[in-house]
């Protein structure tokens, strides 16, 4: 249950990707206190037995601070490489032939296995094949069931295993290897709060892992691959949150095409309520460098005034020399942006009309109240989340305090924009939600002596997905009087 904890004004949450550079509960602690709201766990690298010390610093962390605290498991995905050369390497030329096939013979300047099958079905002439994270292009000229030719366009060094990316064509492969399907068992033992699913091409490659999930973990759509933009909306529909993965889709695109595709994403999932997650490459200099670049932090701050609910870093803390700093840089510009005029306005060029229900009219509502009235902040009581990620998709201009009965449900809301989530109680009737409210505004500091604040709620409570109830209600002195939890 919980402590009175001060609740971050800063409305963006920030990720930050755990790793050798910040895997103590030492370190940890630190990026708390630094800025950090959530924590992602990458299972591409490392095995699954350390990833156990980890969560169990991020939830003892959580218990000694009295907030709870988000941790997302990042599945690797399919991943697809060519295969080995006689000698380690090799140099192609632009302009020359090169042939891709199943032979698992080592390969030489004429060609080289490619172990993916699903490839050799899929693939069409003139169809790009991306190597070594674009540096080298190929482009197909002719091919067959078990080979591949292709016409060198951009050539260089090519060495073993490299990775491959297929732009131009959708691979029939499955958004879950066997890798990805014993790193989701063990991700959800853990009970880690959010499972972060790659290279997502098509809504169809969702049902797999949401099977598998079965509720327990939250599920977010990474959006990595050109493919996915053409049914985007279908994606964002069947997961719970999104990722603007700019890696892969830096790779797999002209990289003037991934700015406006970033807004279009985070549009998107606004417009249909789901939490989106900027990522990638946003502090990259800082890997090194006690200090970002002035284009870095551009960056970070285009996507705070998008209104993305959290901005991710990467190798800046898993594995930079500056873990500490560059999470309290992120938090810096983070809180830089919010506190301009003009930011209320740029979060709201994305409109985000309300369904037709009594639980969105009521968000838009608590919304206009919220500024119409002066209300300090807005109080919602939700077992789901829906109540809150409704409200907060509606980006009002006062702080979201949520109070859940569900400790999975409060961990879970920490990717959403403006949100304190504090695990409590239910209530039982209208007085004691009005009461409550008024409590937990006052030891939280959402709220003090003289605020009004809004209060949302379902009736009969305890039904999830009920929410028919808006009150405004003013804060006197005495409030805290008896009060035991």
């Given amino acids: ?36 709201d959530a924590f992602r766990i990458n299972m591409s690298h490392g095995d699954q037995a350390s990833k156990i010390p980890v969560i169990d610093a991020i939830r003892k962390l ?21 295969g080995k050369f006689a000698d380690g390497r090799i ?9 891709l096939d199943r032979d698992p013979t080592p390969g030489d300047i004429s060609r080289v296995e490619l172990p993916h099958r699903e490839i050799f079905v899929a693939i069409e002439e003139g169809a790009r094949l991306l190597l070594d994270d674009g540096k080298l292009v190929l ?47 063990f991700a959800l033992d853990q009970k880690v709060d959010w499972i972060a699913l790659s290279f997502v091409q098509r809504p169809e490659d969702l049902a797999e892992a949401r099977l598998l999930i079965q509720g327990r973990a939250a599920l977010l759509a990474k959006i990595e691959k050109p493919s996915a933009i053409d049914r985007l909306e279908e994606i964002v529909e069947q997961c719970d949150g999104v990722m603007v993965a700019r890696g892969d889709l830096g790779v797999e695109l002209p990289p003037e095409q991934v700015p406006p595709l970033q807004k279009r ?15 990638t490459q946003m502090l990259e200099s800082m890997i090194t460098s006690p200090s970002p670049t002035r284009a870095e932090v551009s960056d970070v701050a285009t996507a705070v005034y998008d209104g993305a ?37 740029r979060v709201h060029f994305t409109i985000t009309r309300p369904d037709p229900t009594t639980a969105d009219a009521l968000a838009e509502a608590a919304k206009t109240i919220a500024q119409t009235a002066g209300a300090a902040a807005i109080i919602c009581f939700t077992i789901s989340g829906s109540t809150a990620r409704r409200i907060a998709r509606e980006r009002p201009s006062v702080p979201l305090l949520v109070l859940t009965p569900k400790l999975e449900t409060a961990r879970r809301l ?47 409570f305890g039904t999830p997905g009920s929410t028919n109830v808006l009150h405004v ?13």
């Fill in 309 to 345: 609910d959290a901005i991710m870093l990467s190798a800046e803390s898993a594995a930079g020399a500056w873990p500490i700093e560059s999470v309290a840089m992120m938090n810096s510009i983070a809180e830089a942006v919010e506190r301009d005029p003009m930011h209320g306005e």
């Fill in 414 to 460: 920490g990717l959403l924009w403006g949100t304190h989530a504090v695990h409590t109680r239910d209530v039982g009737s209208f007085e004691d939600m009005v009461a409550k409210a008024k409590r937990m505004a006052l030891r939280h500091r959402i709220a003090k002596a003289g605020d009004r604040v809004i209060v949302m709620a379902g009736v009969p």
């Fill in 62 to 82: 959580e218990k000694r601070i009295g907030r709870p605290t988000t941790i997302l498991a990042d599945l690797q995905g399919p991943k697809l490489r060519v």
């Fill in 473 to 485: 209600v003013r804060i006197i002195g005495d409030e805290l009087k008896g009060y035991g939890g």
């Fill in 91 to 99: 140099e192609l030329v632009t302009g020359q032939s090169f042939r």
């Fill in 1 to 36: 249950m919980s402590k009175a904890t001060t609740p971050r004004l800063r409305k963006v949450r920030v990720l930050a990707t755990l790793g050798p550079a910040s895997s103590t509960p030492e370190m940890i602690e630190k990026l708390f206190m630094a800025g950090a």
């Fill in 265 to 279: 994403i985070v549009e998107v999932s606004r417009r249909l309520g789901r939490p989106v997650v900027v990522a």
């Fill in 139 to 185: 482009r197909v000229t002719d091919h067959g069931d078990d080979w591949i030719d292709t016409k060198v366009v951009t050539g260089g060094t090519l060495s073993n295993s490299k990775g491959l990316n297929v732009p131009d064509v959708v691979v029939p492969m499955a958004a879950l290897t066997d890798k990805d399907r014993s790193d989701l068992v």
